[in-house]
């Protein structure tokens, strides 16, 4: 690990480089692309928000106690960053290969970068909607800002994390990517994004335990929504997540990189 640390710190200046090469490359020259960035999530809030609160007619302020719309929005947001980050993260050797022919970048930064794009866009999302929800009377404590960029960037620590482990193998196995995508839209309804935790049997209360995006999504609420500091149980979560999947993502990375010349 303080290997990994010393080389992305050598190599900050290319990092922040093509970070704002990749933003701008994706959304800035893209047309409506940057539109669409922050529509989507939109218009994906406001479809939740017909089918639950109109078609079943579901009462959710007595359920979660918080308005439907803030309480989706602020899972939703920081969920649609990481499952971006973790599809571009797990794309990031494949798609710079020819880059890696011809210079030598440490393929760990690579993986940072994709990673770091969709986190940094849809962050900016994020903050907008809050705002929004401002105008619109919502109640937010934003003076928990600094520590929500705590958890955010965790969040995007542990996604880098998965990533490092899933390129590596998407290196010798083209299946991962497509894989993902399915598991990901399982990983969604298994978190309680658009449904409070207290709604399921106690049951499921296992796999609610074992899901690390779980305590994340908690947090977010914890301090936007609850105003209230975040439970040092759910801090030790999140810690032991992302110390535990970037000592075994690094592991795995290091391990199998020494293959990829075989297979470009």
């Not at 800035?28 to 989507?40: C, D, H, P, R, T």
């Not at 973790?86 to 440490?106: C, E, F, R, Y």
């Amino acid at each position: 690990m303080r290997t990994l640390l010393h080389t992305l710190w050598r190599f900050r200046a290319f990092f922040i480089a093509s970070v704002k090469r990749e933003v701008k490359s994706r959304y800035v020259n893209s047309g409506m692309g940057a539109v669409w960035l922050f529509l989507n999530p939109v218009l994906q809030l406001l479809i939740y928000y017909f089918v639950f609160e109109k078609i079943f007619q579901i009462k959710f302020n007595s359920l979660a106690g918080q308005d439907f719309i803030a309480f989706v929005a602020v899972g939703l947001w920081p969920w649609v960053a990481f499952s971006e980050g973790l599809l571009s993260g797990t794309n990031a050797i494949d798609k710079h290969q020819s880059l890696l022919k011809k210079m030598q970048v440490p393929r760990a930064l690579l993986v940072l970068i994709e990673v770091c794009v969709p986190f940094l866009i849809h962050f900016l999302g994020f903050v907008f909607i809050l705002v929004v929800l401002l105008l619109f009377g919502q109640s937010l404590a934003l003076w928990w800002l600094p520590l929500l960029l705590a958890v955010y960037g965790l969040q995007l620590l542990f996604c880098f994390a998965l990533s490092l482990a899933l390129s590596a193998v998407q290196v010798f196995l083209k299946d991962v990517a497509q894989v993902l995508t399915p598991v990901m839209m399982v990983w969604f309804y298994l978190t309680p994004i658009i449904y409070p935790a207290s709604l399921l049997p106690d049951a499921a209360k296992g796999l609610l335990a074992a899901n690390p995006m779980a305590a994340f999504i908690s947090a977010y609420r914890d301090l936007l929504l609850d105003n209230h500091w975040v439970n040092w149980s759910t801090w030790a979560i999140m810690l032991c997540t992302v110390a535990l999947a970037l000592l075994g993502g690094y592991a795995l990375f290091r391990r199998l990189s020494a293959r990829f010349e075989d297979m470009f």
